[in-house]
């Protein structure tokens, strides 16, 4: 490798993507990840005979003409086997009344609402219009945010009169909307959209931004949908990475970057990294591809006055991101109720919000007549990483056993039928993915933080791009594969070339 070559910090899915798109465009790459594996919070690991999705359990963007159909077929691969999920999932509001179904059929989904959220078909329709606005703008690539000529011309060129009608909403929130639709005395709708879209947006919908939210809640309808994959999340990164490789990148597990130093006049880029033998080593580049959360800078770089003041007060001021904790099971299958969807989301008290991913039958992840479960609810990475070594266990096997009582109780099985179960906390989150704290999906899509006023992938610093989950669009493995294509797009035209990926 010479000193022309880009250096990708971060094997996840952002990453990944990042390298081989620049490999397929013939630049030379190098990918560092620290883990043994590719994949970050959408990799898996094993246990026995079970297979367990770390974090992402379900994906969008495989439809035709979306991101990850389009990278996949630039590449030259087939999108791995999946599933398009018609039930997208169950949300069961404990109120007594009956759960509420998610269908792909966009026919099948408004009879649901309208069974479910008498007088709300007003909310839908406006947020259908929104959503088609934002999806001809976002197809059309435009660069958000704007920081030079450049991105301005990409964002100019997208622009259409409708845009304008959508930007009089760029400070609202999903509460907003709400309220111009007279709904926001409708309890258990305002309950059923918290739960559904901080799933996705990390903020409650008093907080989210109208533009991202109205998206996030036509994400499982035709002619999207949400994707279900046999194997595991991980078919995302073999294929990605074989691609890589295949195109001459270079991938370096288990080599962790300890330091980074800028560029400047004829010198390249510095980063060192400790490779799997704890061997301190050094490599150049002309340009560098950041994807891990972006307050690692801060720690990254050798010298922080590298960094412009207002830039580190910028990343020293982010919000702070939420954590997880992550009960992993497996389960006989015939205990479990008939018909069972593959995603549920519970309401409940206490521990709190539960999201469920559960196995199909011959998917890959458990032995035939088995399932794997998972479940997630949001948890505050301050307070755990601050328990002494027998608080964190305690409290550990307190979540564990209100979790599992929970899901007992929904799925009306009984402790015997579990075969498998531990917990993941925010600081397993650390230690797997090296997040601070173990933080997970990336800033809050606050209307301060998404779209133009979000953070750019553009930095400062001559050379340094940024992508992942806390830049445009925002999290999920979609929105992460579109904030690599941005940087990627961003970084060729640097070096006085255009690269489009192809509808």
């Known amino acids: 490798m010479t000193n022309d070559q880009v250096i990708i910090i971060g094997g996840g899915i952002a990453g990944l993507t990042a390298a081989a798109l620049l490999a397929h465009e013939g630049l030379q790459v190098v990918l560092l990840e620290a883990h043994y594996q590719t994949g970050g919070c959408a990799g898996t690991f094993k246990r026995g005979q079970y297979i367990f999705d770390v974090g992402a359990t379900q994906v969008a963007g ?24 018609d039930l997208a999932c169950v949300v069961q509001l404990e109120d007594g009344s009956r759960p509420i179904h998610l269908w792909n059929d966009p026919e099948k ?10 007088g709300s078909e007003k909310f839908w329709r406006l947020c259908s219009q929104i959503h088609q606005i934002n999806w001809s703008f976002a197809k059309r690539e435009p660069v958000l945010p704007v920081r030079n000529l450049w991105d301005f011309r990409q964002f100019f060129q997208a622009l259409r009169p409708n845009t304008f009608l959508a930007g009089f909403l760029s400070n609202a929130t999903v509460m907003d909307l709400l309220r111009l639709c007279s709904c926001e005395k409708d309890l258990r709708l305002k309950k059923f959209l918290d739960l559904q879209i901080k799933l996705y947006s990390q903020e409650s919908i008093d907080r989210t931004a109208a533009l991202y939210g109205a998206t996030v809640l036509q994400m499982a309808q035709k002619p999207l949908g949400l994707w279900h994959l046999n194997g595991s999340m991980q078919k995302l990164s073999d294929i990605l990475e074989t691609s890589l490789t295949g195109d001459k990148g270079e991938l370096l597990l288990r080599h962790k970057v300890v330091g980074l130093s800028p560029k400047s006049r004829n010198k390249p880029w ?121 608080e964190y266990q305690d409290k550990k096997q307190i979540f564990l056993d209100k979790m599992r009582k929970a899901i007992n109780a929904y799925l009306k099985i009984d402790c015997d039928a579990w075969l498998h179960i531990e917990l993941s906390t925010p600081r397993s989150f650390a230690k797997w993915t090296g997040r601070p704290l173990g933080i997970v999906g990336g800033l809050g899509q606050h209307p301060r933080n998404f ?46 070339k255009v690269f489009n990926l192809p509808f």
């Open 62 to 85: 495989f439809e035709t003409g979306g991101i990850h159909e389009r990278i996949f077929r630039y590449l030259g691969y087939s999108l791995p086997s999946s599933e398009v999920l």
């Open 109 to 118: 989904w408004q009879a649901e609402r309208a069974e479910q959220f008498p």
């Open 270 to 390: 510095k980063v060192d990294v400790l490779d799997h033998n704890k061997k301190l080593k050094t490599l150049y580049g002309s340009d560098v591809i950041f994807t891990l959360p972006p307050q690692c800078l801060l720690q990254i770089f050798s010298n922080p006055s590298f960094l412009p003041l207002s830039y580190c007060d910028r990343l020293m001021n982010l919000p702070k991101g939420n954590g997880a904790v992550v009960l992993y099971g497996a389960i006989d299958r015939k205990k479990l109720p008939p018909h069972c969807p593959c995603h549920l989301q519970l309401d409940i008290n206490d521990p709190g919000s539960l999201f469920l991913s559960i196995s199909r039958e011959n998917d890959g992840r458990a032995p035939a007549g088995q399932a794997t479960l998972i479940a997630s609810l949001f948890a505050e990475v301050d307070f755990w990483n601050s328990l002494s070594s027998k």
């Open 451 to 496: 779209g133009p006023y979000g953070l750019s992938s553009r930095t400062p610093i001559e050379g340094l791009w940024l992508c992942g989950d806390s830049i445009y669009p925002g999290e999920g493995t979609a929105g992460v594969s579109l904030s690599a294509l941005q940087s990627c797009r961003q970084l060729m035209k640097s070096r006085g």
